[in-house]
């Protein structure tokens, strides 16, 4: 699947005193460490970040980019404090169809493509799907068409009742941790649109489990993380997944990507899946 720009910009919701000692403070307090312990990372004094915090001082560019970096304040929201201490955006936000991020996207196709049989997909920062690979095919079979309108959203598409919720057998586990997952991600960014989105699927109805319908496994598995249990044509496959990010991004689009793949959390899933190959 190509790589395609969704448009969807992510912006923050924070405190009503938008200077930048109080937001400042309010990501320190967030990250639970204290002026002491910050000055101290940062190569500074207790009393130089009280004098910012309360607005008696006005930090430096270096200083709020060194403080944000320290206090691991997402890309996004360093521009916001850059902005708030009159200096500007020192993170560009590129869009990804620009030809700027020619091999970014071309190395991300080739990378989920390595994973085929494997489901892989790219996502941004509400979870809309950029890219995907062909292993992703398998999910959409009877999903209703409504959401499969792009853009392609990776939580509506598990949790609708209308998506794949009703074939996945350990839904409750599987639901709980993906709302988990957007929890924590809201504490880091506080994006707006993705507190929009948690609250939508977190009210989704869940559909009741047939019981009886599903055989268990012959053998128990002793799986080494959560899976997720998906029915696939009379076959109960099991995933694991693994989340990558890009290191040290500079810039906004880059720093909210995803790396997302499902890899075999069983051995007759890994038949099953490698049976598909041509």
């Known amino acids: 699947m190509t790589i395609v720009a969704t448009g969807t910009a992510a912006p923050t919701t924070g405190p009503p005193d938008k200077t930048v000692g109080p937001l400042l403070r309010a990501w320190r307090e967030r990250r639970r460490v204290s002026q002491l312990e910050l000055a101290l990372r940062a190569d500074s004094s207790a ?29 996004r929201e360093r521009n916001s404090l ?62 209703a068409q409504e959401l499969l309108e792009p853009p392609l959203n990776a939580m509506r598409l598990t949790l609708h009742p209308e998506g794949l919720a009703p074939r996945i057998r350990n839904l409750p586990q599987w639901r709980g941790h993906l709302l988990a997952q957007m929890e924590r991600e809201i504490a880091l960014h506080r994006s707006a649109p993705l507190r929009a989105l948690y609250e939508e699927v977190a009210a989704y109805p869940v559909p009741q489990q047939k019981h009886g319908h599903h055989p268990e496994p012959a053998d128990p598995v ?51 899946l490698q049976s598909l190959m041509p």
Not at 49 to 74: C, K, N, Q, Y
Not at 118 to 141: C, I, K, Q
């Open 82 to 143: 850059l902005l708030a201490a009159g200096y500007a955006p020192h993170y560009p936000e590129t869009p990804l169809d620009a030809p700027e991020l020619d091999a970014l996207r071309q190395g991300m196709e080739r990378l989920i493509q390595c994973y085929e049989p494997y489901p892989a997909f790219v996502v941004d920062s509400v979870y809309d799907v950029v890219a995907a690979n062909r292993g992703m095919t398998m999910f959409l079979e009877g999903v």
């Open 222 to 272: 002793p799986y080494f993380a959560l899976p997720m249990q998906i029915e696939h044509e009379g076959r109960t496959l099991s995933f694991v997944s693994s989340i990558s990010t890009f290191n040290t991004p500079m810039d906004v689009t880059v720093a909210e990507l995803a790396i997302e793949t499902l890899l075999p959390a069983d051995p007759a899933t890994v038949k099953y």
């Open 47 to 75: 009393r130089h970040i009280s004098f910012i915090e309360t607005g008696r001082s006005r930090p430096s560019e270096e200083m709020v980019l060194r403080l944000a970096e320290h206090l691991d304040v997402p890309v």
